[in-house]
């Protein structure tokens, strides 16, 4: 039994050792200067149409870093508008989805956090966080430019980890959240994973990563998701592979701290979240790594039937909703689930 656990203990080492000295990745550390961005003024951004404006949130633990607002208006007075929040290696690219908020009578708002996208310094490793809260700045600095145009009433929206991001959001705020709803698509509950590697194996890389935070776990080099989304290969989207990447990069052990933390406590202070919240996911869970034809009616990424028991914790004006065959992000599901997600979110908003 000793020699059991002696052998357990040298691979874990083995594994510690691998991680800390394992190189930056992506694609080479940069070594030059950092410096603040502080911008004033909207400038038109790389959407058509829309226009974007950075805002400098300080000194973080890499150094300088932003957040970049994105917002398209409405032609038509409104005070109405809606905040969307991105996913995990992804950005703003949903120029449809603004689009139909614009025609619904709303004022469009996006953000791309901090070390995404638009917001991505070359001194930053790409999608990294210690603590999920620090994104709770870059909303709070959104949320201040929507009261400044004039809007009174606003929907807050996330996407897999930014639906994480939101509804933790709103459990730490409680009564205090600025926004009138939380609307949240495929949000990022819980692990994708076995039991023993939601229970044992990730807390203790968690755990680790508060004294190893630039260690990085490889992930799988899957193309499935990916493949569904991108026009180039069965989907009907065009993006930015430099920035929503078809292979993902290594995550960081901090990376997988914050997340665990966020989950335990979103749960914990579930209770909290004091205003309706729309949790969606798909009807389905797709497994594999390689693209297959069912990628596109079935969620690739998580696991639906963890996000209806998590969400189903969710505050105590919730509504858990299935959208059938709706890929990972349900607005870029084919067109009847698409529809389907619009018509859910605009019949939420309407009613709460």
Known sequence: MMKRYALLILIAAAAVFQAVWAEWHFPEKYRGPKYYTTDTTWHEDILPGYEARYVNQGKAFDGPCRCTIVRLLSKDTTRRAFLYVHGFNDYFFQSEMGRRFVDSGYNFYAVDLRRYGRSWEPWQYPFDVRDQREYFND???????IRRDGNTDITL?????????????????GKDIPVQRVVTNSPFLE??????????????????GKIFPEAKQKQGHCDGYAYSLLRQYHGEWEYNTDWKMIYSPPVTWGWIGSINTAH????????????PILVMHSSRKIDGCNWRPDFQTGDGVLDPAEIQRQGERLGTHRHVCTIDSGMHDLILSEFRPREATYDTIFSFIRSH
């Open 157 to 173: 929206g996330g996407h897999s980890t930014g639906g994480l991001t939101v509804a933790y959001y709103a459990a730490e705020r």
């Open 264 to 275: 335990s406590r979103l749960m914990k202070h579930a209770d909290r979240i004091a205003v």
């Open 191 to 208: 692990w994708n994973f076995s039991p023993f590697m939601r229970n044992v194996a990730i807390p203790i890389v968690g755990a680790l």
């Open 139 to 145: 909303i709070d600095s959104a949320i201040s430019q």
